[in-house]
């Protein structure tokens, strides 16, 4: 199949783009169809690889009101309503809610998803299923299931077990949450648990780490050291780091050395972020967000994530990773020319590093044809007017589509 007239990654200059064989044959400023071959005139739409969701809770999806609404946004209810939905799991009702967000990911553009599944729950049903789901839609969309513990692993009965058993039934990363250990010495101990089961079975690490505005919170110098000493460093991804927000300077200054020699990951998921943090605040409220601008003017990779979708946690969501980028850039004050204009790669390249896509993530001859073509000739456009996804490819084969908005003005 022949694309013309594509502009593929903000390019001044179209190019079209021959699939065959669900790979990438060439690209080039003017190819010529073959005879018989199939053409569409993509009329200087942009195209970019596919989204990556780098941070979502599909376990949870579209539970949001049952048994109840979080009332106070914060964190610490969005647990406990979780709590009260848990007797309500059976493998079919995770499977038909995760079938419709999945769905859902797939219309946004989205091909790859890291999904973390509560493992505090000795049935471990969710994450049963979800495994179950990986292999059925992996044609489709690629699952990465994180192995999480909600309630700690060392604050939870058995919470070390059952992250081994987690990571034994195919898990493809160790998780931990330090901030919610009932002591800093439980937390620390917590991390060295994750980080032994990681590597004992092989394994990424994706850390829930200081998800909290307490500055006093740090769990991420020690995930960071950890990283380092380990030699595991871009294997391993710290979320939400939202302390970070609250952390003075002088500590940061320091901190930041160690982040840089760790070589790990970072994912902020600004919605979620800065709806939950800010909580205890009176006025000046923070916005709870990591230092999204800092780490990435150091060099260090940061991605975007939703993390949850109609849940317990966010009582809104659909999926887009637009509207993470959206709220990311002007809650982090990254508003500049250039920050718009790349900061599709929140969502794209840098999100495919955090899960280790590997060389095969993006659109260049010999590579898997998994691509997305955007309703705007560049990013700028597709941010600002919330561009429609119009074809979302994946290895040629076009797996989702919307139609062209047309509006009209009547004066």
Known sequence: MLFQNLL??????????????????SIAPHLDPLPG????????????????????HLDTCLTA????????????????????????????????????????QASGGIQHVRTHIDINDPKLTAL???????????????????????????????????????LKMGADAAGAIPHFEFTREY?????????DLA?????????????????????????????????????????????MHSYNNAYMIRLMRILKMSGMNFVS??????????????????????????LTAEGINVSFGSDDIFDPWNPLGNGKMRDQVFMGLYAGHMLGYEEIVNSYKFVTTNAA??????????????????????????????LNYDAAILYNYRKGKLIAKTAPMEKTVLF
Not at 187 to 195: P, R, T
Not at 270 to 289: E, Q
């Open 269 to 294: 998921n600004p919605c979620v972020n800065v709806h939950l943090g800010g909580r205890t605040d009176t006025y000046p409220k923070r916005r709870s967000m990591t230092r999204v601008k800092e």
């Open 353 to 382: 590093r955090t899960l280790h896509l590997g060389e095969d993530y993006g659109i260049q001859a010999g590579k898997d044809a998994n691509f997305v073509i955007l309703d705007a000739k560049d990013w700028y456009d597709a």
């Open 128 to 166: 049963e299923t979800i495994l179950e789901l990986r292999e059925e839609v992996r044609d489709y969309i690629d699952i990465q299931v994180v192995a999480f513990p909600q309630y700690g692993i060392l604050s939870y009965p058995k919470g070390a077990e059952l992250l081994e058993q987690a």
């Open 37 to 56: 071959e199939e053409v569409l005139d993509c009329a200087g739409k942009m195209a970019l690889p596919p989204f990556v969701e780098s941070h979502v």
């Open 187 to 195: 937390s620390v101990d917590s991390l060295n648990i994750c980080f």
């Open 199 to 243: 590597q004992k079975y092989g394994k990424l690490i994706d850390v829930h780490c200081d998800e909290i505005d307490d500055e006093a919170s740090r769990g991420l110098e020690t995930v960071a050291t950890r990283a380092y000493e380990t030699g595991m460093r871009d294997m391993v991804t710290a979320s939400h780091t939202t302390a």
């Open 8 to 25: 593929i990654e903000n390019a001044q200059e179209p190019a079209d783009i021959r699939v065959t064989g669900g790979k990438f044959e």
């Open 65 to 104: 009101g049952r048994p109840r609404w979080n009332l106070s946004g914060t964190l610490f209810e969005g647990i406990q309503c979780w709590e009260e939905y848990k007797p309500f799991l059976t493998k079919e009702e995770v499977r038909q809610r995760v079938n419709r967000a999945i769905r859902l």
